[in-house]
């Protein structure tokens, strides 16, 4: 293409479009004009040479925003990124920063293919009997209405960071994030909210599930049960009174 094709496309003239591929930063107009043009969000343009990566393997999504290409390792085999527990704060500054998701661990997983993965570490005991320090391998989903009632998700927002929960949707824009711990209360996320959904693709345990933790669970399903049933007197006891 040459720089009058571009220009023509971007009802500028030739001359200052050519001052844009020099020296001179364009206006911001005229920046989210270039941006839609390749299909390339602003962020990328302005924090990362995109020469490094090959275009045509960039992946393209709704809303003009792209996604790292998929990654795969000598054999062919899809490369699956992991984020460790040190790397989960940093991550809403860095997911769309190729310089940081390359720097992460990769792991191959000859099951899965065909999509984008990605690793993410469990943190707490919301969601038994995945533990603390397990991972759950997500795959990357683009639109709120690939969302599954009742299937869990990684949830990543810029409110709560990174959150794996049971998923259901509550009319166009919102969503309800529930645990399968149910001592954990359920919570609505707006659409605005989400910067990335991954559906549950398989996980990682590193440490063994034993007895004891059944009993746990049964203790925490005691201690629902009686709070449940504590609020179901304190209601009576507002109607008797009323």
């Known amino acids: 293409m040459t720089q009058q094709n571009i220009a023509d496309a971007l009802l500028i003239p030739r001359e200052r479009y050519a001052k844009y591929e020099g020296t001179t930063d364009p206006p911001l107009d005229c920046l989210q004009k270039i941006s839609r043009y390749y299909h390339v969000c602003i962020d990328l343009l302005l924090s990362f040479d995109i020469r490094r990566v090959p275009y045509e393997d960039l992946i393209q999504l709704e809303d003009n925003?792209?996604?790292l290409p998929i990654?795969?390792?000598?054999?062919?085999?899809?490369?699956?990124?992991l984020i460790p527990a040190k790397a989960q704060a940093g991550y809403l500054a860095g997911y769309?920063?190729?310089?940081?998701?390359?720097?992460l661990q990769h792991i191959s997983l000859p099951f899965l293919r065909n999509a984008k993965y990605r690793a993410f570490p469990v943190t707490g005991d919301s969601m038994p009997p995945h533990k603390e320090?397990?991972?759950?391998?997500?795959?990357?989903?683009?639109?709120?209405?690939?969302?599954?009632?009742?299937k869990t998700y990684i949830l990543v927002t810029k409110t709560n960071g990174i959150a794996y929960k049971r998923l259901s949707k509550k009319g166009k824009n919102l969503l309800v994030a529930q645990s399968d711990n149910t001592l954990y209360e359920p919570y609505e996320?707006?659409?605005?909210e989400i910067v990335e959904l991954w559906r549950y693709a398989c996980s990682?345990?590193?440490?063994?599930?034993?007895?004891?933790d059944l009993g746990v669970l049964s203790v925490q399903e005691v201690l629902q049960g009686i709070r449940q049933d504590f609020s179901a007197l304190r209601t009576e006891f507002k109607q008797r009174k009323g």
């Open 65 to 67: 925003r792209i996604l």
């Open 133 to 150: 320090g397990s991972f759950v391998v997500g795959e990357y989903i683009e639109r709120l209405d690939d969302v599954v009632d009742g």
């Open 204 to 212: 990682i345990a590193t440490q063994e599930f034993e007895q004891d």
């Open 71 to 81: 990654t795969v390792d000598s054999e062919g085999e899809n490369r699956i990124e």
């Open 189 to 192: 996320v707006k659409a605005s």
């Open 96 to 103: 769309s920063d190729p310089e940081f998701i390359e720097a």
